[in-house]
């Protein structure tokens, strides 16, 4: 248990839906992240939040929405996804972007 | 980013020690040197990390050549769960917001 929490854990969903992964950390940090993890691939940096401002996006398509609300919640809005965008999505955090970083369990996507 | 070079997988009897090594050739001095491992079906988990001399925790060692351009993660005796893939990232506290996975070590554990 490393006090970064991820719902849900499995998700399916067609390409014309729209879903959310919730990410929610219990360590009192500022900083948290999403990374991609594709089979068979290093994971990828997609975004970074530092107190609640997105300080860095990846070229990240903007059927990728990210939301922090505050710095324990960090969402990921999916909307028309693609079947190549199955994969598991990590999320992370961290005291501040320089520090250790601490992962979820992740959310694993199937897009169909 | 400074590139590591990890050997794709190793092997390790249990209770036996493991060393997995990390080359960085092109290391700045001011990366620091952190592990992560990731277990089966988990996110990455923080192993270690240090900057030029060796370092020791619960979990590993991390032992630092000289010239810093590699560097060695030591499980002292290795259990079955053990067995995950193991990256060696360069970071610049100064500059690096992200880490940079590669591809990592997998490391098997045998009974």
């Known amino acids: 248990e490393t006090g970064v929490t991820q719902t849900p854990r499995h998700l399916v969903m067609g390409m014309t839906n729209k879903k959310s992964l919730k990410c929610e950390q219990h360590?009192?940090?500022?900083?948290m992240y999403w990374y991609k993890q594709s089979a068979k691939k290093p994971l990828e940096l997609m975004f970074v939040?530092?107190?609640?401002?997105?300080?860095e996006n990846n070229s990240v398509p903007s059927r990728f929405s990210p939301e922090c609300p505050n710095s324990s919640h960090l969402f990921l809005h999916l909307h028309t996804l693609q079947p190549e965008d199955s994969a598991l999505y990590l999320c992370?955090?961290?005291?501040?972007?320089?520090?250790?970083?601490?992962f979820g369990p992740g959310t694993r996507l199937l897009v169909l | 980013d400074a590139k590591t070079t990890q050997p794709n997988s190793m092997e390790s009897n249990e209770e036996e020690p493991v060393h997995l090594p990390c080359n960085h050739s092109?290391?700045?001095?001011?990366?620091?040197i952190h592990w992560y491992r990731q277990l089966p079906s988990q996110g990455p988990e923080y192993v270690i990390h240090g900057l030029t001399s060796n370092v020791n925790n619960r979990m590993a060692s991390l032992a630092i050549a000289e010239d810093r351009k590699s560097s060695t993660l030591i499980l002292h005796r290795a259990t079955l769960r053990d067995a995950a893939v193991y990256y060696c990232i360069l970071r610049d506290p100064g500059s690096a917001r992200q880490l940079t996975f590669g591809s990592g070590t997998q490391l098997t554990v045998l009974p």
């Open positions: 360590l009192g940090h500022n900083a």
């Open positions: 939040y530092s107190l609640e401002e997105r300080v």
């Open positions: 992370a955090s961290s005291q501040d972007p320089r520090e250790t970083q601490y």
């Open positions: 092109t290391i700045s001095g001011t990366d620091y």
